[in-house]
């Protein structure tokens, strides 16, 4: 037996409600983005979370004030909250909640369409990179004010 004293894990944080997010993407689920179970397996749901931070940063506006530079994930953090089953379709909302000098923070919920419970949710930073250095790419400020258009006030951190 170990004297080591026994930690516990932070608890959950409230689920977000659709109210919370500002960008909405919206996904066909497929037979093969589930289990043996018949779940939606949770690698797919981070990917749906992926195609969701990244239709963000898709519009060609946007591609321009980031100066050719790419969007890579520093931190993913993911709750898986319900189950989400074939077939159907899911939307996914996302925010930016803070912007750093080369990171972004946003947060996430995975609904399914028409329904209003949150059945998972993220928080991930996202780091601007140069392509051909592959360091940290400064964030200017057009690019910070699109993306915090909307956010509360400190989000710019």
Known sequence: MSD?????????????VRGDFRFWTHEK???????????????????LFEAARMEIFAPPEIRALMDGGNLAIARLLVDFREEVHFPGQVEIGSTVVAVGRTSV??????????????HASAEAVCVIVNPETGTPWPIG????????????EGADA
């Open 29 to 47: 689920l497929r037979n093969a983005d589930t289990d043996q179970f018949r779940h939606v397996n949770n690698a797919v749901i981070s990917t």
């Open 141 to 152: 400020a057009e690019l910070r004010a699109h993306l915090l258009a909307g956010a509360p």
């Open 105 to 118: 923070r946003i947060v996430q919920g995975l609904f399914a369409a028409n329904g209003r419970d949150c």
């Open 4 to 16: 080591q004293p026994t930690t516990q894990a932070p608890r959950r944080t409230a689920a977000p």
